[in-house]
């Protein structure tokens, strides 16, 4: 892959006036062969494992940023699904020990985030993850780095309702233990989860990964904002183009800085995720490049056309940029990392019924937004299985990060500060979906399953 010099200083420009960086750096760790009947040995060998390759991680990418002037703004660690490894300590307890584990070692080798603290669960729950989610409350409320998912579904499984079911209790503690709800941002429940997903709550090191591989994340939604607006008279067809040859650009900086970082670190590179990651930095809003397309505001009519032929143009710029594209690749539009999101749902533009239907076509789901503090269980778990009915029957990734902000109403603000940003309390119907949540079970998988 030879960059040409005009390239060079284009993607600096990028740097430099756009807001172009990397996202993120997620360094993917096998704990398997950790596993020790003594439980005190066990954690030592993951402490030793998880702050050794975080170090190794931080020393490596230091001098790379330097030397491409592009910042890699987060370092990350994901793990084996940790329900997967406690399967012969599995108690409440020793969850909460493992976790302030992997938080302590994150914290001593300088990383940002450590996940995979969660459990695949798609066609039911063995004793192990149904005690992770039991321990959840007290693991996302007692540390500060540990991130947690769950994944409940799939196209070939269809999806776990009893899974569901237990997730709106839980989160509703979560947000009780933990101040301003943060808890609740470090937990996502997806369906159809990538195995190589580098971007944090999700993020966990597959069973068909190698030992450890290396993940990036890219993002550019200021470049590609750039872009369209010095493009308002083009057609459809014309903005497609103009966004594809952008994000290859972005994709191609993305894999250089990842391959050679993977090579420093003497581990396989796997992936870059394409995905335009918002953060509430002026420039760097997902909401902002829709609203150059010609929209008034994110949520108008329109919106949904606007975000297809965005995902479209980014996932194909990227697929030609590189043949190691994967994790999530298309757009994030979560409320309380981008700017313009928050100002849409402030000013009435955006409800939590247009965001769903945005979601049928963009990159993940429901992210980052809350709801009455009050809201009942029963409605949490039918939100979330609604959005993750989208995934399945379009068989592709979705997700939901909610939070219901205790002690908070509809129009009120959560702030959290930093890179989650704020978050306005989004209104919830108060039409009950209880009864039919009762019934629990499974959605049967839909027939494009029987693809084999």
Do not use: W
Not at 52 to 76: A, H, Q
Not at 250 to 270: D, Q
């Amino acid at each position: 892959m030879r960059f040409d010099v005009e390239e060079v200083f284009e993607t600096a420009s990028m740097t430099l006036y756009q807001n172009l960086d990397i996202r993120t750096t997620t360094l993917g760790i096998n704990l398997k062969d950790c596993i020790d009947s003594d439980f005190a040995a066990f954690q030592d060998k993951v402490y030793r494992r998880v702050s050794t390759f975080g170090r190794s991680l931080l020393e490596k990418s230091r001098p790379l940023e330097v030397k491409y002037g592009v910042p890699i703004v987060n370092k990350r660690i994901a793990v084996t699904p940790v329900s997967l490894i406690m399967e012969t300590h599995c108690t409440v307890e020793k969850y909460l020990a493992m976790a302030q584990t992997l938080d302590r070692a994150a914290l001593d080798a300088g990383i940002d985030f450590v996940g995979g603290f969660g459990a695949l669960a798609q066609k039911g729950l063995t004793r192990s993850d149904a005690v992770l989610i039991e321990a959840l409350p007290e693991v996302l409320s007692a540390t500060q780095r540990v991130c947690a998912f769950l994944n409940v579904g799939s196209t070939h499984a269809g999806l776990n309702l009893d899974a569901v079911n237990l997730l709106g209790p839980m989160l509703k503690e979560t947000a009780q233990r933990s101040p301003n709800a943060i808890g609740c941002a470090k937990f996502v429940v997806f369906v159809n989860a990538p195995e190589d997903n580098p971007f944090m709550a999700g993020a966990y090191h597959g069973v068909g990964e190698p030992d450890a591989t290396l993940n990036v994340g890219i993002s550019g939604p200021g470049v590609v904002r750039s872009v369209v607006e010095k493009n308002r008279e083009c057609d459809l067809t014309q903005l497609s183009e103009c966004i594809k040859r952008t994000v290859f650009k972005i994709t191609r900086a993305g894999e250089l800085i990842g391959r050679e970082l993977a090579a420093n670190l003497g581990i396989p590179f796997g992936i870059v995720d394409i995905s335009l990651a918002s953060t509430t930095a002026p420039g760097d809003s997902v909401a902002r490049v829709l609203e150059a397309f010609g929209l008034e505001h994110i949520g108008t009519h329109g919106s949904t056309l606007a975000l297809a032929l965005l995902m479209d143009a980014v996932k194909k710029g990227g697929a030609m940029a590189s043949g190691n594209v994967g994790g999530l690749s298309g757009t994030f539009i979560p409320v309380s990392e981008d700017s313009g999101m928050i100002e849409a749902v402030m000013s009435g533009a955006l409800s939590l019924d247009k965001l769903e239907a945005l979601t049928a076509v963009c990159s993940v789901g429901l992210d980052m937004f809350a709801i009455p503090g009050d809201t009942p269980a029963e409605t949490i778990a039918a939100i979330i299985a609604d959005e993750l009915a989208i995934g399945i029957i379009n068989d592709k990734t979705t997700a939901v990060r909610v939070i219901p902000a205790p002690g908070k109403q509809a129009g009120d603000l959560l702030e959290f500060g930093g890179l989650l940003g704020s978050a306005p309390v989004m209104h919830v119907s108060k039409l009950s979906a209880a009864g039919f949540m009762r019934r629990g079970g499974r959605l049967p998988a839909p027939v494009t399953s029987l693809r084999n």
